[in-house]
């Protein structure tokens, strides 16, 4: 009954370490792909728009707080490193004119951008890494005519540029599992001109395509 007893202890045990293994091991090398999203602001500030039938102007000031998404890939080569590349939409960022005045077109910027960045990692443990991010983005802009005042019209043009931009990000992630990691993070697209950076506080989720280990060895499936 004893040698019974203790076997049975033994086995249980064996299956709880097992288990704890196939929690506790950490996101592997390997591709991934995710969403993030959250609260966006810029710093804009104060821009003149052109009045509707008049060769005036009036001071406008943008809404500082959007709701920013994103879609991401990457690759990680090991614990330390990652390259990855996303797409970030933002709405539209309307300019409010003082008094109600009315403009003479649009007073509304339109942010889209892909980014390219570089994210080092410094693992805590088997469940939690702190990241940052550095790279470039690809900006396309574009700014509603009244932004722009040609008081020699009756209004501006709407204008289109596109730029690279510096991107940032400081961050921290938890390994839900080996393949489901959830991570909050800090974003910054420089971006210069009238709106000069957009920041969003995102939270994120991701799925790693990586070889999946049951204690020390690769799991079948």
Same mark, same amino acid.
Not at 58 to 67: A, C, D, E, L, Y
Not at 154 to 168: E, H, M
């Given at each position: 009954m004893?040698?019974?007893t203790?076997? @049975?202890f033994?086995?249980g045990? &064996?299956? $709880? %370490?097992?288990?704890?293994?196939? !929690?506790a091991?950490a996101?592997g090398?390997?591709?991934?792909?995710?969403?993030?999203?959250?609260?966006?602001?810029n710093?804009?500030?104060?821009q003149s728009a052109q009045?509707?039938?008049?060769?005036t102007t009036?001071?406008?000031?943008?809404?500082s707080?959007q709701f920013?998404s994103?879609?991401?890939?990457?690759?990680?080569?090991? @614990?330390?490193?990652?390259v990855? &590349?996303? $797409? %970030?939409?933002i709405?539209?960022i !309307?300019?409010?004119?003082?008094n109600d005045v009315e403009?003479?077109?649009?007073?509304?910027m339109?942010?889209?951008?892909i980014?390219f960045?570089?994210?080092?990692i410094?693992?805590?443990?088997?469940?939690?890494d702190?990241?940052g991010?550095a790279g470039?983005?690809?900006?396309?802009?574009s700014?509603?005519?009244?932004?722009?005042p040609?008081?020699s019209?009756?209004?501006?043009k709407?204008?289109?540029?596109?730029?690279?931009?510096?991107a940032?990000?400081?961050?921290a992630?938890y390994?839900?599992?080996?393949?489901?990691?959830?991570?909050?993070?800090?974003n910054r697209?420089?971006?210069?001109?009238?709106l000069?950076?957009?920041?969003?506080l995102a939270?994120?989720?991701?799925?790693?395509?990586v070889?999946?280990?049951?204690?020390?060895?690769?799991?079948?499936?």
């Amino acid at each position: 009954m004893r040698k019974r007893t203790i076997k @049975k202890f033994l086995l249980g045990t &064996t299956i $709880i %370490t097992n288990l704890c293994a196939i !929690n506790a091991y950490a996101v592997g090398p390997g591709m991934y792909m995710g969403l993030m999203f959250g609260p966006a602001t810029n710093d804009g500030s104060e821009q003149s728009a052109q009045v509707l039938n008049s060769p005036t102007t009036v001071q406008v000031t943008p809404k500082s707080n959007q709701f920013a998404s994103r879609v991401f890939a990457g690759y990680q080569m090991n @614990k330390y490193v990652a390259v990855e &590349t996303g $797409i %970030t939409y933002i709405p539209s960022i !309307n300019f409010t004119a003082k008094n109600d005045v009315e403009t003479c077109g649009s007073t509304s910027m339109r942010v889209r951008d892909i980014e390219f960045l570089g994210k080092g990692i410094i693992p805590f443990g088997n469940y939690f890494d702190v990241f940052g991010k550095a790279g470039v983005a690809y900006v396309y802009q574009s700014t509603g005519g009244a932004l722009n005042p040609d008081l020699s019209e009756d209004c501006g043009k709407t204008k289109y540029t596109s730029k690279f931009a510096p991107a940032i990000s400081i961050g921290a992630s938890y390994n839900l599992s080996q393949s489901w990691v959830a991570d909050v993070s800090v974003n910054r697209i420089m971006v210069g001109g009238i709106l000069k950076n957009i920041t969003t506080l995102a939270i994120g989720i991701s799925y790693h395509i990586v070889d999946r280990y049951c204690g020390q060895f690769l799991c079948d499936d």
